[in-house]
């Protein structure tokens, strides 16, 4: 499972966590009671990375919920690992 040191429900109630995980990006954000997850591929930020190759997810807003959702984005990893890895790779074909 992909772990995020020092990331809980406090922390995503200020502001928005991002990460990556060889070549598969994720971005978390806080609503109400809901937990909007995404996956996308690298090079480029969330805003930046067209919402036709993202995939959403939503949880609830809870401590179980937030571990919900890193078992989700492991999960995502490891069922499309060959294509994550092959972002990685391309990268900076596609920054150059």
């Known amino acids: ?10 922390v995503l109630k200020k502001e928005p966590f991002s990460g990556s995980h060889h ?7 806080a609503e109400n009671d809901i937990l909007h997850v995404w996956v996308y591929p690298e090079p480029w930020c969330f805003e930046q990375t067209s919402d036709d ?3 959403l ?6 401590g179980e919920g937030l571990d919900e959702s890193l078992e989700w984005i492991s ?3 490891e069922e499309r690992k060959d294509y ?10 596609m920054i150059l």
Request: aromatic share 16%; glycine share 6%.
């Open 1 to 10: 499972m992909i772990k995020v040191i020092g990331l809980n429900t406090k």
């Open 23 to 29: 070549g598969m990006r994720f971005f978390m954000r």
């Open 53 to 55: 190759v993202k995939t």
């Open 57 to 62: 997810k939503d949880f609830p807003f809870t």
């Open 75 to 77: 999960q995502e990893f």
């Open 84 to 93: 994550w890895m092959q972002m990685e790779k391309d990268k900076m074909k």
